[in-house]
């Protein structure tokens, strides 16, 4: 693992700023500290090359000073459209193999722009087709994206380690902290301000990922019956996807974390439409923490905030 205690999550959103760090004795993770302040550049997300960068380091570093982290080495998390996900099959392969066919097929996707991105790809678990492919999961980040973010942590003093997707962190998370039946597929929806990360995972498996970016000039609203019927679209869109991938696992159940999360009622067209058991899913009910030593302001609902945060935590160091 990252080193837990020596390492910080910094997870930048659009409205909040969360800082965690994460522990492991005995074979269990604990939550250590919490540090959540508003983002004084909301605008950081989007892309823009003008953001003062400088705003939000300060805000780090003053919570980092607040809640007496003193690891200096972080990683952190990118979302949004400019984000490229892309799925590819192969047959089956060795390392070296596997990885030149990649390589050739990510040049033909790229179209001569691979000097603008940073891109890295895993192996998904076999799909159930009769062929046996691989299943490749490729990401490409603009390279003026992850520079955005590391001078933003170095200026914050810190030494970023690694950069990761929200949707692997969210994915992270739960696989981390949950422990799902053996054919048991899921899709764990983050709800945040402007943005929706969604994940469909299996046992130990990542199946599925992308970003629901509904354009929104507002924070989401999930009273609102248009954005909602949107939302409620794309996630069928998605399962539809999903199940027609050669996956025997139909999604049984929809995971819902994020800011947004405990507003959801049962009685919301939300649950009713998908024709799915929907659940609340805050990572604070699966580790251990003392919320006496987490601050005045942490109550158990800010366990919704966290999800991305502590994912990055619990990630594994890549070799």
Known sequence: MLGFKNVVSVDIGSSLIKLVQVSKSGGKIRLDKVGI?????????????????GVIAQAIKHSLRKIHIKAKDAVSSLNGPSIITQYFKF????????????????????LGRLNEVETDFQVLPQSEEKN??????????????????????????????????????LANCFLRLKNLA????????????RLINLVVLGKESIYFIRDINLGLESPLDLKDKGVLGRIIEEIRRSIHYH??????????????????????????????????????WNPLEDIEFDSLKLGSGFTQSTGYLLAIAMGLGLREKQE
């Open 182 to 193: 053996l054919q048991e597929d899921v899709m764990v929806l983050n709800l945040g301000t």
């Open 132 to 169: 046996g492919k691989q299943n490749i999961l490729f990401v490409a980040v603009p390279k003026s994206m992850v520079r955005q973010r590391v001078e933003t942590l170095q200026q914050a003093g810190l030494n970023p380690i690694a950069i990761d997707t929200d949707c692997l962190a």
């Open 91 to 110: 047959p089956p392969l060795s390392g070296k193999e596997l990885e030149s066919a990649v390589n050739l097929e990510i040049q033909r996707v790229m």
């Open 243 to 280: 199940e027609n991938r050669g996956k025997k696992n139909r999604v049984a159940t929809i995971f819902v974390t994020g800011g947004n999360a405990p507003s959801l009622e049962t009685s919301d067209s939300f649950l009713k439409d998908l024709e799915l058991p929907v659940e609340k």
């Open 37 to 53: 302040v508003d983002n004084p550049a909301a605008s950081f997300r989007t892309g823009s090359q003008r953001i003062n960068k």
